[in-house]
């Protein structure tokens, strides 16, 4: 259904200005490229506004944040904002600490995001559902994940997506579930962060971000299945190595094909 | 004989807090998941206490450390230490600055540390014997580095190990030698601090660290001689992507198979 | 022609202290090793010089910087100059923020640079004959780059060398022109990083820093072009793995058949 929006995508190769943690961060570089986007990270505070207003989409990913960081991220949020340039929220372990609740709500509040994309865990949280994380990672989710989805976005006026064995996002009137994806993406750090990635890269060409949203979950997850049926992995590292080829491998028919998806 | 271990270390999932270096992070975050614990890295002084208590153990590796960032660092290992959990310290370059032999010093007594895991050169150094070290590498160890260890264990109440050709594990009354490894571990950055958090995962299940350590130091030097023997190997990358996966793919009997200990 | 400089390299083994970037800083770290050299990364302001002083070759890169961060590239570039110690400027995204732009400057004024290595947009910006860059990529070089790299390096007396289908390297007496490397080099990132760890690492071991430029561009780039002819790359992360082992394997034969080089 959004085939052609990997074309667009790599036609138009869009800069996404990221302000990220230290554990991810040239992961996050790497899968920018391989979806075919350019990546650039940033985040002194002299310069994230004049990088962000050269962007096409900005992420946002509080994964190892501080204080000043954040403070950051709102000044390139702003900025991002005043051209109408979408901004992507990664929530990281939102729950595990007050610092990393208070920090995602209050990027919430002040800069107006496009799309928020979290682990089960962190967008029940954040919609005020419950939930439990140990460290970054989902422990417990909600007793009903699209409806805190649906309640996060229509709070926010966001897209929320949420990662998980069936991917859910919604902008509050439409939902889309993805069963594309491989338990493979879980035994490597970082998949959650790539993916913010790659949903930024389709919003910097797509203006409707659920459709990019439900782009990037649908690439993200395929090129996961596609690479752990290669017969070189033998574990994490090499499904890592194999998964980055395959999203750069990635073809409009191989997205026909293999798309799993769901929209009500 | 410390293979059921690697069992429950499995099934409990132990969280590990890291506050670690930039250089090394992710690789530390790789190994803690291949081995079957859980990463979290957190540096923030407004969260490391928290982060520390919701873990089961705590990494402190000082590679790229600030005075902030040291600071950070015995808040969350004061935290961890109210509670009981363990703290390992890696004290990368201990000896090639003056701010990392004193923040090192400073952290061992500070903070009671239930491991400390160097190369010769930092642990001679630190144990008062002597060494010399080429930025973060070893290039000349103490005389009689299990005498050092010894010493070292002894000053501070905790386990001293020594990475190197043989390993010297030591908690003062009892010593292990292990000679599992491979030279191409030497040929990629960050073995040594991948290494602490194998420690630290092993301690997250295992009140003894002395037990902890003797197993961590197996697995992880077993997993390098099997990746080195993979006909995939060609140089120092592919023998990265082969030591992850043989770390995720080891089981008892491989180490009840591999296993070169001696302990006195 | 600089074949045996490799040999040096790898007998002498010289230390290189970077103060660089959180994106690519593993890579670096593993291309110093790959190449035969020994990294160090320390940027605190209470370490930098006597960490710069212990090296034999300082790499200052811009690619995240802060402007605490450029403080302390200052006081260790003028700690190395006060040994002889070659400093390699490597100006990630100069041009694309009035931040990057300015510190770029600042560095080159305050401390004498032996290479300054950038992309076509990068050195054309710093020389004053225009380019235009997105993020930290080059969108449109200067007319003449053989020019603009001849001015950059009159006017700071240093070798300015600049990455590109043809890499050109000059001194402002002698210019070099090589022809070695791989559209492959620029599907992943980092590699603009890494070729500045590689010229530093030859500049550890070779006072010319013109050749020591020379040889690392010849050696990179043809590991580049190996590389991309192995049969097991699939996309950029094979490629990438197949590249640091074909680094590692460079050897002063490979060199000799393999060199593409000019030199006017």
Do not use: W
């Not at 995001?113 to 559902?129: D, H, P, Q, T, Y």
């Not at 090129?223 to 090499?238: D, F, I, Q, T």
């Not at 190595?241 to 997205?255: Q, S």
């Amino acid at each position: 259904m959004f085939e052609e929006l990997l074309t667009r995508l790599r036609e138009k190769k869009p800069l996404v200005h990221h302000i990220t943690n230290m554990v991810t961060v040239n992961d996050c570089a790497n899968v920018t490229l391989a979806i075919g986007a350019l990546p650039v990270m940033a985040h002194a505070p002299e310069e994230v506004e004049e990088m962000a207003k050269a962007a096409q989409a900005l992420v946002l990913n509080i994964g190892t944040l501080t204080r000043e960081q954040v403070d950051a991220m709102i000044l390139a949020g702003k900025a991002a904002n005043s051209l109408g340039i979408p901004v992507i929220l990664d929530p990281v372990g939102a729950g595990a600490t007050g610092l990393r609740s208070h920090s995602a709500g209050r990027i919430l509040d002040e800069v107006k995001i496009s799309v928020v994309k979290g682990n089960s865990a962190e967008i029940g949280i954040l919609a005020g559902r419950g939930g439990k994380i140990r460290g970054v990672e989902s422990a417990e989710a909600a007793a009903n994940m699209a409806e805190a989805a649906l309640e996060l976005a229509v709070k926010y006026g966001a897209v929320a997506a949420v990662s998980g064995a069936t991917d859910i996002i919604t902008d509050g009137k439409r939902i889309a579930f993805v069963d594309n994806g491989h338990p493979m993406m879980g035994t490597i750090t970082g998949t959650g962060c790539m993916l913010s990635s790659v949903v930024a890269s389709f919003c910097g060409v797509e203006q409707d971000s659920f459709k990019a949203a439900v782009a990037a979950f649908v690439c993200f997850g395929l090129a996961g299945e596609l690479a752990a049926s290669c017969p070189e992995v033998k574990g994490p590292a090499s499904f890592k190595t194999a998964f980055f080829d395959e999203i750069y491998n990635l073809t409009e028919e191989k997205l026909r094909l293999g798309e799993k998806l769901r929209i009500e």
